[in-house]
């Protein structure tokens, strides 16, 4: 990492960066870890696959009926209905019938049970008419009708799932499905993070004058935990120098990446900035969004490391935005799955050009299926209730000003996480 982006110190006016370039600059810079596990299926649900997974079976792996009724040749169906049948046993799903069927013969026949050797249709229940081991059939069927094939869903020797994508419930589905019980994952990455500030009290500490609550270790928790990673809280550090170099040492030597709160700006007391350039290769930046603007992201010891700013709402929309995307490439993952939709806003949104604006939005869809968005109201970035409120962002243009109540605006629809 070089500081070429440092445009924090060296050209306040002209160099903010876009949202866009942050991204990119994030992506390039995160390698995925390598550590490979091997895991039982269950503890694997949300881990990235190392190795593309093959199917050693067909599934279904037998012919078998996909409805309840009777088996039958469809030879007998040639001629003309009503028909009439012999049921000389039946096949029920694990316990298969093994005798020959004759043409003017059937077998009763239930939902995934294996269709007999000499069968290759099944007429449903409900079009037949029994009285005692007799059946009727009074209309016309379809040669090979309600059968399922071998292999129609998922065909032995072809990759079911691919390397690099993330495990859902459905696939745990799947790899039981083919008699999978341990895949090969990479290692979950460890977040370490605290919050600076002589002025923060952790919970059950009583607030002087001055003093608040520290809520940025809460909001963080909560996205952490939701993004599946580990963590590593190591609390509100004093603004003091000595005591904020060792935490962070301490953090990179621990974990995968490395969260800071507040302490990055220029005030007189924010010592984070003033150490990262003793221990670490970091580009201080001003990126063109609101609310988030200045945001520390670099290295320290190859440890990924983001100063991200003090206030609440800042914390959350970076964290949402630039965090979320580095843990997924820290994971091997593609993408955020961020849903950008279009809304009709209902009210007037004040707007001064030259920032994205991510305000707080509240996403409805009407009963005609419009989709419609809402202001949480105040949009300071100390307004932590408009992100408690919000289930998207009303992301508005750099350059666009004032939104008038009516108009279309894109919407960031939260993809779980806040
Ligand atoms: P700073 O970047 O340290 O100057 O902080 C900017 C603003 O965010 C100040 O009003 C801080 O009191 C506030 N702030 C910083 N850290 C936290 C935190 N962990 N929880 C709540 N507010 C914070
Ligand atoms: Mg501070």
Not at 21 to 43: C, G, N, S
Not at 130 to 158: C, F, L, S, W, Y
Request: net charge negative.
């Amino acid at each position: 990492m070089t500081n070429n982006n440092d445009c924090f110190k060296n050209d306040p006016q002209h160099a903010l960066l876009t949202v866009e370039k942050t991204l990119q600059q994030i992506k390039q810079a995160i390698e995925p870890l390598k550590t490979r596990q091997t895991l039982a299926i269950r503890d694997a649900l949300g881990r990235t696959l190392a190795e593309n997974v093959v199917s050693s079976i067909n599934v279904p792996p037998h012919r078998n009926s996909a409805m309840d009724g009777y088996a039958i040749n469809s030879e007998f169906l040639t001629s003309a209905p009503p028909l009439q049948l012999t049921v000389i046993g039946s096949s029920f799903a694990g316990n298969p019938f093994h005798g020959k069927v004759s043409v003017t013969e059937c077998v009763r026949i239930m939902t995934g049970a294996m269709m007999p050797d000499d069968c290759d249709t099944v007429i449903m229940q409900e079009d037949t008419l029994r009285t005692e081991n007799i059946i009727q059939i009074n209309k016309q069927h379809e040669k090979a009708q309600n059968v399922r094939h071998p292999g129609e869903d998922i065909a032995k020797n072809t990759t079911v799932l691919k390397a690099g994508r993330q495990i859902t419930p459905a696939d745990l589905g799947l790899l039981s499905s083919i008699g999978i019980s341990e895949v090969t994952t990479y290692r979950k990455p460890k977040v370490a993070f605290f919050s600076t500030g002589d002025e923060l009290k952790s919970l059950g500490e009583t607030l002087g004058p001055g003093d608040i609550y520290d809520s940025n270790r809460y909001t963080l928790f909560g996205m952490l935990t939701k993004l599946d990673v580990d963590i590593l809280d190591l609390g509100v550090i004093a603004d003091d120098k000595t005591l904020i170099r060792e935490t962070l040492e301490k953090a990179a030597s621990e974990a995968d990446m490395i969260l800071t709160s507040g302490g990055a700006s220029v005030g007189e007391a924010d010592y984070v900035s003033e150490i990262l350039q003793e221990i670490g290769q970091v580009n201080f930046w001003k990126i063109a969004m609101k609310p988030g603007k200045p945001l520390a992201f670099g290295m320290i010891n190859n440890t990924p490391y983001f100063g991200l700013p003090g206030n609440p709402v800042s914390v959350m929309a970076t964290c949402y935005l630039f965090v979320q995307l580095a843990i997924t490439r820290l994971k091997g993952l593609d993408d955020n799955n961020h849903l950008s939709l279009q809304a009709r806003c209902l009210n007037p949104l004040n707007k001064a050009p030259g920032r994205t604006d991510f305000q707080r939005g509240i996403l409805k869809q009407t009963t005609d299926g419009v989709l419609t968005v809402e202001t949480t109201g105040l949009q300071g970035s100390h307004i932590l209730t408009s992100m408690s409120l919000a289930n998207c962002f009303i992301v508005i243009p750099q350059n666009s000003g004032n939104v008038a109540a009516g108009e279309t605006v894109e919407v960031l629809a939260f993809n779980g996480i806040i």
